[in-house]
């Protein structure tokens, strides 16, 4: 088990280098974090984009392009489809998001020609290391799926397994999470965390341990489970937690960012390759996480 973003560092250089596509890489932070993850020789890029863009960036960065292919188009649909195209062609194994909405580049994987559809959801991981928490912390959904019902919230709960085997967690704790420890028919949420549950249990969610609800204190402390008499594998010990809407993982996504001050690093799943999709108010340190968390993801494949 990776239980550090140090040691996700590390074993991204033992299993990479990896050939990642950048989308609209007319970006300063996306740049630096390319650079970063080069030099780290965790993963080689291709910069697709407006190159007289690139360059002016590259020059104040002091950023030596010679090092990179860079693929010249400057609409941003195009790029976003080329950069996608790459990797469904086997040229680039995943793909970053540069300077473009999050809607073109996500078009541009949904794309019926040149795309990275599979016919599943789309889900949105994250990644922190925590003060004080003994292990790497998931967190899903915080930025894709508004209100999944029963069905979507499998299907997220399933793509997280994707990235927790990646980290080496061969079988993933899932705490879901809800307002309360107990099925309560008024509160839909709890309603749905029983039935995963029991998904879990008949063999439906298979390689991982399904608890819930839990409320986010049981899932995540042993102290306020054992106070809640609650005595259950993930209770205390989750390595994901399933939240019930994007409002419930986008608080918790940044109040542990910006109020724990975690490191962090975030992905989307579900395509047939990562999807490097940070935030502009992410770190450069944090988009470089998210590069070495892509790259480990890419090496289940290859």
């Known amino acids: 088990m990776i239980k550090s973003f140090d040691e996700v560092l590390k074993i991204a250089k033992e299993r990479g280098p990896k050939i990642l596509s950048v989308a609209c890489a007319q970006d300063e932070d996306v740049l630096l974090a390319v650079e970063n993850a080069r030099k780290k020789g965790i993963a080689n890029a291709?910069?697709?984009?407006?190159?007289?863009?690139?360059?002016?960036?590259?020059?104040?960065?002091?950023?030596?392009?010679?090092?990179?292919?860079?693929i010249d188009i400057v609409d941003l649909?195009?790029?976003?489809?080329?950069?996608?195209?790459?990797?469904?062609?086997?040229?680039?194994?995943?793909?970053?998001?540069?300077?473009?909405d999050t809607s073109i580049i996500l078009k541009a994987v949904?794309?019926?020609?040149?795309?990275?559809?599979?016919?599943?959801?789309?889900?949105?991981v994250a990644?922190?290391?925590?003060?004080?928490?003994?292990?790497?912390?998931?967190?899903?959904?915080?930025?894709?799926?508004?209100?999944?019902?029963?069905?979507?919230?499998?299907?997220?709960?399933?793509?997280?397994?994707?990235?927790?085997?990646?980290?080496?967690?061969?079988?993933?704790?899932?705490?879901?999470?809800?307002?309360?420890?107990?099925?309560?028919?008024?509160?839909?949420?709890?309603?749905?965390?029983?039935?995963?549950?029991?998904?879990?249990e008949n063999g439906e969610i298979k390689n991982c341990i399904v608890g819930g609800p839990f409320a986010l204190d049981n899932a995540v402390s042993v102290e306020a489970a054992k106070i809640k008499g609650i005595d259950h594998p993930v209770a205390g010990k989750a390595d994901i937690l399933l939240c019930?809407?994007?409002?419930?993982?986008?608080?918790?996504?940044?109040?542990?960012?910006?109020?724990?001050?975690s490191k962090s690093a975030g992905i989307i799943v579900g395509a047939k390759a990562p999807i490097?999709?940070?935030?502009?108010?992410?770190?450069?340190?944090?988009?470089?996480?998210?590069?070495a968390l892509g790259v480990l993801m890419a090496a289940l494949n290859n």
């Open 46 to 70: 291709i910069l697709v984009g407006d190159k007289s863009k690139i360059e002016f960036i590259s020059k104040t960065i002091n950023l030596d392009l010679s090092n990179y292919e860079v």
């Open 77 to 100: 649909k195009e790029a976003s489809l080329k950069a996608v195209e790459l990797v469904s062609s086997g040229k680039a194994h995943m793909v970053m998001k540069g300077l473009v």
């Open 110 to 124: 949904l794309d019926k020609n040149i795309g990275l559809r599979t016919g599943n959801v789309l889900s949105h």
């Open 127 to 200: 990644v922190f290391d925590v003060n004080d928490y003994p292990r790497l912390l998931l967190v899903t959904d915080a930025a894709m799926n508004i209100a999944p019902d029963l069905k979507g919230k499998k299907q997220i709960l399933e793509n997280s397994l994707i990235v927790a085997n990646a980290l080496d967690i061969e079988v993933p704790k899932v705490g879901v999470i809800c307002a309360k420890e107990k099925v309560n028919p008024k509160m839909p949420a709890t309603v749905d965390a029983g039935e995963l549950v029991k998904m879990n």
């Open 244 to 261: 019930p809407t994007i409002e419930a993982g986008n608080v918790l996504y940044k109040a542990l960012n910006f109020l724990a001050k």
């Open 276 to 291: 490097v999709l940070t935030s502009r108010a992410d770190s450069e340190e944090a988009k470089l996480y998210s590069i």
